[in-house]
DNA sequence: CCTCCTTATTGACCAGTGGTTAATAATCAG
DNA sequence: CTGATTATTAACCACTGGTCAATAAGGAGG
């Protein structure tokens, strides 16, 4: 009844999200194929597909890690050193830099509305923003409208969608990403 | 010497670009096929080929248009009637309108920035942004910072990114769309 | 050891994509 | 009618994501 042991090395989950995820990293979601997966572990492309029921579900499974680095980030900044001020500054860089420097992930994570989400995604993506949302209304002095703090959102991430064109990373934008910064400071109070 | 005359109704540019035009307003760029086209126009995918050297160029060839669309409404909004400041929230408003009531172009315009632009569209986007900038501060007050109408525009990319996820057409967002323009005028004065 | 059952994997296949190209049909000029 | 030019087709290429019958690999029980 017990099925086949796992310990010997066949193909696992673990195999396929790390090289989906390596190929990732410098390489967009559509531009990894489930055949250049296959090819670098030495599969076949169909085997992927016992492990994974499709493409979608094997990059929800790697998104997972960057929305908790996101929100570390986030939280590492509110509990951190400074003044509320500087605190939320730097939340509205943080925010820049990590869609910068991680760009195939931002862009799954909150660009890509694929065909039928599972709500996956789409469910880390409403609790980051609810995190952001909560974090930027105990930094600021002022009770903000909720209309306020999206705007802020949208504004932010209007900034890495169109940066993300232009620039590879954070370091090579980190002018524009410190003035628009500046900018949402200036909206909000 | 003298090439077969063009009176006699074959394929014609015209027809190609009005079949992709159509199938472009119900569906986005990836949607539409080159065998998608052909099959309306019920000619082979191959032929579409003599007349346009990729899929690219048919739709470049489309958002000619819509740039001079969203250009002729921001000079109406600027040279409308009202105060300046009711003009510029228009201006803002006007923008993300167009953006929600034209995705699939705006996703064209302004967010794909597919491999090897011949700057056709590139240019256009430049152009547009400049006029923006131009309107923007003859409308304010103020002198402004290139970088804060740089944060406006972004700003108000950001919406349309957004937005176009979760609504059809600005109808469906007017409220966020007004909110969004209150708070850019907010950031600007 | 041998059979049975489960798991994991292959490779052929499907329908679709953008793009190329040899052959050819259609048309015109001389 | 002949020859040149243009426009079109259909077969082809190399891809994509996805499915599935066949099968290899291994463990459990007899």
């Keep these: 009844m017990s099925p086949r ?38 599969c076949s492309h169909g085997a992927i597909y016992y492990h994974f029921k499709n493409k979608a579900e094997i990059f929800y499974a790697i998104l997972g890690d960057y929305f908790s680095e996101l929100n570390n980030t986030l939280d590492e900044t509110v509990n951190g050193p400074g003044d509320h001020n500087t605190k939320l500054l730097n939340v509205f860089v943080g925010y820049m830099a990590f869609g910068l420097n991680n760009q195939s992930q931002y862009e799954l994570m909150f ?7 599972d709500g996956l995604s789409q469910e880390a993506a409403n609790l980051s923003y609810e995190k952001f949302a909560q974090s930027v209304q105990s930094l600021s002095m002022t009770k903000l409208l909720i209309s306020e703090i999206h705007s802020t959102f949208i504004a932010l991430h209007g900034f890495v969608a169109h940066y993300r064109h232009y620039v590879k990373n954070y370091e090579e934008a980190k002018q524009a990403v410190d003035a628009h910064a500046k900018f949402l400071m200036k909206a909000l109070t």
Tied chains: 1, 2.
């Design 5 to 42: 042991k796992p310990s010997t090395k066949d193909l696992t989950k673990e195999m396929i999200i790390n090289e989906a995820h390596k190929q990732f990293i410098t390489k967009d979601f559509h531009q990894v194929s489930m055949r250049s997966i296959a090819k670098e572990l030495g």
């Design 111 to 117: 660009m890509i509305r694929d065909r039928e989400i």
